[in-house]
């Protein structure tokens, strides 16, 4: 999504590797995201640090609510995340490429997973900000399962002035369907392109 | 030396046009695909609010009233009779785990092999203390799929001459999806090399070995010729490019793949590199429509 770069990774559903984790009536989600040191302005001392942990946390949490867990029961599924190049909405990123690596990896979903990012630039709402865009304004990030029609994330990073925050977050929300159309559009020439191969003997 | 960057592989688009009117219909997750009610869910949808919905991307199926959605990759789903190749995890009092490409490891119990010495002979406790002995972790073992456990645990089976330990080969993991459905699992190609195309996607490449002493618990550590060895490595990499390119796998496509690959004078390194997959791999195709 414009300069943010993101590489996901998706294991499994697989053996629980660590004992006393496992559960039996559903799966288990891990999710451990790094940054490259030079992904950002300033050189990062260590790929993970509070932050990614923090929302690595995060993204764990956002697809509990769209991966059908009691598929899976006894198992685990690994997300594994590398933020390449950080130009703001990096949770954004992360969950949008996760989704696409869950459907390619073939795990049942209840929905697509996708998300984006909204500002307030004075009195102009803008929509996918970049880092400079979010300095002198708010930067709220949401994910929806758009044929659902719920919100599973919701956050700001800074303050949103309460009379402009239904503004920011119609926009936010209307920059996810504009996703989930682009990821749609892309998973079914995909699909359209490996099912000829593979039906062909 | 020669550098190349690892870019992302072009689509290869209209290698194939499919045949036929029966183009099966396509769906992602979350999408509605019947609004009907009558239909029975099976795997890949779900219920609600009335209306049958999508959970995987991938082609739907409908067998009377019965809809399901098979994704184009998934983990191996097995199936009862099915001939896998696996890997021991672990070694448990009087089982064996195996890593099958599964959900969940699979089980093959000590009662369920062939024991050394005496065809039908129960196993005792020395046997039991022995088990290291015969597999230890990290063994390749071909097996079959005895039965399906309630969870979804496999349990194994190898109680038959085909079955048992594998020696000195090489393994290679593709997905599930892309091996053919075939009665018979290990062949001898022509190319001489004997290859085992587990369902689980799990494919192992030997030498062809005579068969009476084609499964037993001992490893052979005899050397391999040279030109086994390239020919086995050709293999390998013959089979690695039909899968990134997700041509079904199967012995005719693997030996018209290698003879291809032969025919057109590549070094089996060279069958690494991205230009020379899609192109051996057009030709293969190419070779199979005809």
């Known amino acids: 999504m414009g300069n943010t770069k993101v590489l996901a990774a998706v294991y499994g559903p697989r053996e629980v590797r660590s004992m006393g984790k496992q559960q039996f009536d559903e799966c288990i989600i891990q999710c451990q995201m790094s940054r490259i040191a030079a992904s950002q302005g300033e050189r990062l001392k260590r790929p993970t640090d509070q932050r990614t942990r923090a929302m690595s946390q995060h993204i764990a949490g956002v697809f509990h609510a769209a991966i059908r867990k009691s598929k899976y029961p006894g198992s685990q599924i690994d997300i594994y995340l590398q933020v390449l190049q950080a130009d703001g909405g990096v949770m954004s990123a992360c969950i949008n490429a996760s989704t696409l690596a869950l459907i390619h990896a073939g795990v049942e979903v209840v929905d697509y997973v996708v998300s984006c990012t909204a500002s307030m630039n004075k009195q102009t709402p803008i929509l996918d900000v970049t880092n400079q865009e979010t300095n002198t304004g708010c930067e709220l990030t949401t994910a929806i399962l758009p044929n659902k029609g719920s919100i599973v994330y919701l956050d700001t990073a800074h303050t949103v002035h309460r009379d402009q925050f239904e503004e920011v977050m119609d926009l936010a929300m209307a920059g996810c369907q504009q996703v989930y159309e682009a990821m749609h559009r892309e998973v079914e020439s995909y699909l359209e392109d490996k099912h000829a191969i593979m039906s062909h003997r | ?290």
Not at chain 2, 202 to 225: D, K
Request: hydrophobic share 40%; with cysteine; proline share 4%.
């Open chain 2, 1 to 290: 030396m020669e550098i190349q960057l690892a870019c992302e592989l072009p689509r290869v688009q209209n290698m194939v046009h499919v045949q036929g009117s029966a183009k099966p219909r396509l769906v992602t997750p979350g999408e509605v695909i019947y609004q009907d009610t009558s239909f029975m869910r099976g795997h890949g949808t779900y219920m609600e609010e009335g209306v049958q919905v999508a959970s995987v991307a991938g082609y739907v199926t409908r067998v009377n009233r019965l809809i399901t959605v098979t994704p184009l990759r998934q983990v191996y789903q097995g199936a009862v009779g099915d001939t896998i190749v696996g890997r021991i995890t672990q070694v448990q009092t009087n089982r064996w785990k195996v890593d099958v490409n599964s959900r969940l490891d699979a089980e093959l119990r000590l009662s369920n092999i062939q024991l050394p010495g005496g065809e039908q002979r129960r196993s005792n406790l020395e046997d039991e203390r022995g088990m290291r002995g015969l597999l230890r972790e990290g063994d390749l073992v071909c097996v079959e799929v005895q039965k399906i456990s309630d969870d979804g645990l496999l349990r194994l089976a190898a109680r038959s001459i085909k079955y048992g330990k594998l020696s000195q080969g090489t393994l290679l993991a593709v997905s599930p999806s892309l091996i053919v459905q075939d009665k018979q699992r290990m062949h001898d190609l022509p190319c001489g090399a004997r290859v085992v195309f587990g369902a689980n996607g799990y494919v192992y490449i030997t030498p062809t070995v005579p068969q009476e002493q084609a499964s037993t618990y001992t490893v052979n550590f005899e050397e391999v010729p040279v030109d086994i060895r390239k020919t086995i490595g050709r293999l390998r990499n013959c089979i690695k490019l039909l899968a990134i390119h997700s041509i079904m796998i199967s012995p005719t496509s693997v030996t018209s793949a290698f003879d291809m690959s032969v025919e057109q004078e590549y070094e089996i390194k060279d069958l690494l590199k991205p230009d020379v997959m899609q192109d051996v791999a057009m030709a293969t195709v190419q070779m199979l429509n005809e």
